[in-house]
């Protein structure tokens, strides 16, 4: 059969594709073997040429090469290379230079390095080619994971592109897939943002350059006013600069005002967690150990008292780099100030062209939001000198800019101008005070204040109470029976029309933010008012009551829901009760914390519960005996977490007597079971007590007063019978507890026994990894990290019982990494995988596990978690296909 059609292609084994590898010899010689093994391993021929005696001359053989490959493979360290006779350049730069320019060219840059003044200077053209993608490494077995994962990337996204060429499909963003370009989860770190950076190339290229380019600092501060964009150039730049970084961690400290807040901040953002005991600088310090990490600090003018602790966490950190937003300089050693400047703005020339106009950064901003707010408006010539003037007037500032455009729907350009020259000059003489461009955000935000009708602008300023975001509820609370608070919903709306406020759902309910400067001037309107200690005392107390509302909703189907909603709420809550704690209101403080028992917990949040109730008793007001109990009983919860830690029972005692005498039947079984856990896990177990104990807290809490709780509490009853031997008895009570947790939708209780009947399995010597998959799924819908951790070792534990030694080890050594990631370096738990990794490094196959363990530490979190999952997925499959006859 004949046609035009093209010949088909068939590669025979000789004929693979080939990936030719450039470095110098001697000195990366491990990591040429690291590549070739990597090549090979996705059955891909590596090229990689060896000086020697040849019959023809260098060049002419790595040209010959070079034309025989399809991927060229950069690896540099220190040495620029030889240099033949008569040539300019080492043979090293030479074969980048020969690399066609069509060639996909993967680049690995080791450190830390010395490099060459040749090098560094190859280096850095490298970085100019944007055909070019390259990475840092530090061993040969990272070379090895990030040459592997990328070579099987290029392949799919030139696969997929092949056939987008052949069906006309359009193909996969290759950027939106896991890992693509990043040596960790970093991308995962930073907030999303679907605005493009206008008018920032050059800037942005400034700030890369610093981020680990050709001269990194250490330590970058963006400064400017507020509203400049600062926080947005800040994320763009870290997004663009995070294959360079093993994470990229944004904190957000906006709604901090204490200084002491910052390194919790950090050390949450980059998942430390806090165990109550040592400081946050210790647990950073442990977890990111020689960890190229990226921190971004966002709005750090509000804690300038904590500049001395910017310095002793790079000290602390030394591969680190810190990247802060602030309205001022930090004033530190090793601190390298940007000044963030205003968007570029059109020539004052009435003979610029539409197109001249068009092209100013400040106006391309104007026109983007412009059209956003209604799709009808569009640059022409009748309004092209007004929006040049617009932009003018309003300085570049890209928040004033944003608020202008907004008005686009009832506002020509025209009038938007006469308003804004008659509001300026009259602002700029009231706050001489300010920088002139601070003085111009401002002037911007009080004009779009000043255009809302006289209810819009009184809700403004009552809105200055709240400290992070908001729900509808909450501004009905504070709002009261004022005059203007008849139609709070339509009210609302008009603030989100003005973009003063931003609107998002949260577990099916919405939640209104302000951006930063505007919250800050709702503040400072909102203190000037009569009634701030009133409207304060409304803020605590419907937080208060939501405490209440929200207690019985973290059972059961609503819980996933409920525990977004205060995660949401968080900021808030934490003001509310710290001002109620200031005015003495105490017992009130800790009978809310107590009914968020559940978030707490869920959230990994204990010690924070626990440091509001120390709070608390250090304000020297009397305490109320049920609040004594409560306080002691998250005291000694939370200590039972520290390895080695022998809780006083003596406590415990007292708690479960002054709740028994409230009346309080769940505090005194919740103190019982505590003291119970204090019994099973002290250096001499007392495992007859824990169980009396554990039984006597069930008879308090019956499923028809807690169904959540009394599930628990059977649960802890059974793993208490599990130490004690009763494993057939134990996993029957598990299996139950799962199967009525997946009825009422309770996750959590479900999450808790999926791990413990994972684990009665494994002391019977059956593996059930579709268990603890389970866990971990229901892990990472809640956020519980530690049952993340807790859900992998599970996994690891049953590779062993099932022989798989090498995918064993790698999950034992990620769960190293996760823990020390997060400072929890060691730990306290009844079932522990330690005998089961003792029984294999006694074995004839300690080494393969040990090879395995060290792979699993150098793994991501994300690609942990997908090595998890599918090695479940493919045992489920395995174990559901009928065996051959």
Not at 353 to 361: D, Q
Not at 651 to 658: K, S, Y
Request: aromatic share 6%; proline share 5%.
């Amino acid at each position: 059969m004949s046609g035009s059609a093209p010949e088909a292609r068939i590669r025979t084994p000789d004929q693979r594709l080939r990936v030719f590898v450039s470095s110098t010899l001697k000195e990366l010689e491990p990591e040429r073997r690291a590549a070739r093994a990597a090549i090979e391993r996705l059955h891909l021929a590596p090229v990689m040429f060896e000086l020697g005696a040849r019959p023809h001359p260098p060049r002419a053989l790595y040209r010959a090469y070079l034309e025989q490959s399809e991927v060229f493979v950069g690896i540099y360290w220190q040495k620029y290379g030889w240099a033949a006779a008569g040539e300019e350049v080492s043979g090293l730069e030479d074969e980048y230079r020969l690399a066609p320019h069509d060639m996909p060219k993967l680049i690995y840059l080791k450190l830390p390095a010395e490099r060459e003044e040749r090098l560094a200077r190859l280096v850095a053209a490298i970085r100019d080619d944007d055909t070019t993608s390259y990475k840092t490494f530090e061993t040969p077995a990272e070379l090895a994971d990030f040459l592997e994962a990328d070579l099987a990337t290029l392949l799919a996204e030139r696969f997929e592109a092949s056939r987008e060429r052949a069906t006309g499909d359009p193909a996969p963003d290759p950027a939106s897939a896991p890992d693509a370009g990043a040596s960790d989860d970093a991308a995962d770190h930073l907030p999303a943002s679907s605005d493009e950076v206008l008018g920032r190339e050059t800037d942005l290229a400034t700030l890369l350059e610093w981020l680990g380019g050709g001269d990194p600092r250490r330590l970058v501060t963006l400064v400017g006013p507020g509203g400049i964009g600062k926080t947005r150039l800040a994320v763009e730049a870290a997004r663009q600069a995070r294959d360079r970084f093993d994470r990229v961690t944004f904190v957000s400290l906006q709604n901090l005002r204490d200084a002491a807040g910052v390194l919790p901040a950090v050390a949450r953002e980059l998942g430390v967690r806090d165990d109550g005991g040592a400081a946050p600088l210790e647990r950073l310090a442990v977890a990111r150990r020689r960890r190229r990490d990226l921190i971004v600090l966002d709005n750090f003018e509000q804690v300038m008292a904590a500049a001395p602790q910017v310095t002793e966490l790079l000290t602390e950190l030394p591969d680190a780099t810190v990247l802060v937003t602030s309205r001022s300089r930090l004033r530190i050693h090793g601190e390298q100030v940007f000044d963030v400047e205003p968007l570029g703005l059109p020539d004052d020339s009435a003979a610029e062209s539409l197109a001249e106009i068009a092209e100013a950064p400040a106006v391309r901003l104007f026109l983007e939001r412009a059209h956003a707010a209604d799709s009808r408006f569009d640059l022409t010539v009748e309004n092209a000198r007004d929006i040049a003037d617009i932009s003018r007037a309003l300085d570049g500032v890209p928040l004033a800019i944003e608020l202008a455009a907004a008005w686009i729907r009832v506002l020509t350009p025209r009038a938007m101008l006469e308003r804004l020259h008659h509001v300026l000059p009259l602002l700029t003489t009231a706050d001489r005070d300010v920088p002139e461009r601070q003085r111009t955000i401002r002037a911007t935000v009080e004009w779009s204040i000043d255009l809302l009708g006289p209810g819009a602008r009184a809700l403004f300023v009552r809105l200055g109470v709240f400290a992070g975001d908001f729900s509808l509820a909450a501004v009905e609370a504070v709002a009261g029976d004022e005059a203007w608070a008849v139609d709070l919903p339509v009210t609302l709306l008009e603030l989100v029309d003005g973009s003063l406020l931003r609107q998002r759902d949260v577990g099916g309910v919405s939640f209104f933010s302000m951006l930063v400067p505007v919250r800050e001037l709702a503040a400072l309107r909102f203190g000037r008012e009569a009634d701030v200690a009133a409207a304060r005392r409304a803020h605590a107390e419907y937080y208060v009551r939501l405490a209440v509302q929200l207690e019985p909703l973290l059972r059961g189907s609503t819980q996933q829901s409920t525990v977004e909603r205060l995660q949401a709420e968080r900021d808030n809550l934490r003001a509310g009760y710290l001002h109620l704690i200031a005015i003495g209101e105490v017992d009130t403080v800790a009978d809310a914390v107590w009914r968020l028992l559940l978030y707490w917990w869920i959230r990994n949040l204990l010690p924070t519960a626990k440091a509001w109730m120390d709070r608390l008793l250090d304000t020297g007001v009397p305490l109320a005996d049920r609040s004594r109990a409560i306080a002691i009983t998250f005291s000694s919860w939370v200590a039972l977490s520290h390895p080695g830690a022998e809780v006083d029972r003596g406590p415990l005692q007292e708690a479960a007597g002054l709740f028994r005498a409230a009346g309080d039947r769940f505090g005194e079984g919740s103190a019982l079971t505590v003291q119970g856990i204090a019994c099973a896990t002290a250096s001499i177990p007392d495992l007859e007590s824990a169980e009396a104990l554990q039984r006597r807290a069930l008879e308090l809490v019956g499923p028809d007063d807690d169904a959540t709780f009394h599930a628990l509490f059977r649960g802890q009853l059974a793993s208490v019978s599990l130490i004690r031997g009763r494993t057939a008895d134990s996993l029957a009570t598990f299996e139950q507890l799962i199967a009525d947790a997946a009825r009422l939708g309770d996750r959590f209780v479900e999450m808790i026994e999926d791990s413990n009947a994972g684990w009665a399995r494994l002391a019977l010597g059956e593996a059930h990894p579709e268990l603890f998959a389970r866990q971990l799924e229901l892990t990472l819908r809640l956020g519980n990290e530690e049952g993340v951790e807790n859900a992998i070792e599970g996994l690891a534990a049953c590779a062993v019982v099932l022989g798989d030694l090498e995918r064993a080890g790698t999950l034992f050594g990620a769960v190293d990494t996760l823990r020390t990631r997060m400072g929890r370096v060691s730990q306290r738990t009844y079932v522990t995988s330690g005998p089961i990794i003792e029984r294999v490094l006694d074995s004839d196959r300690a080494a393969e596990f040990d090879e395995a363990r060290a792979r699993g530490r150098e793994m991501s979190r994300r690609a942990v978690l997908r090595y998890a999952f599918g090695w479940v997925e493919a045992e489920a499959a395995r174990a559901s296909t009928p065996s051959a006859s």
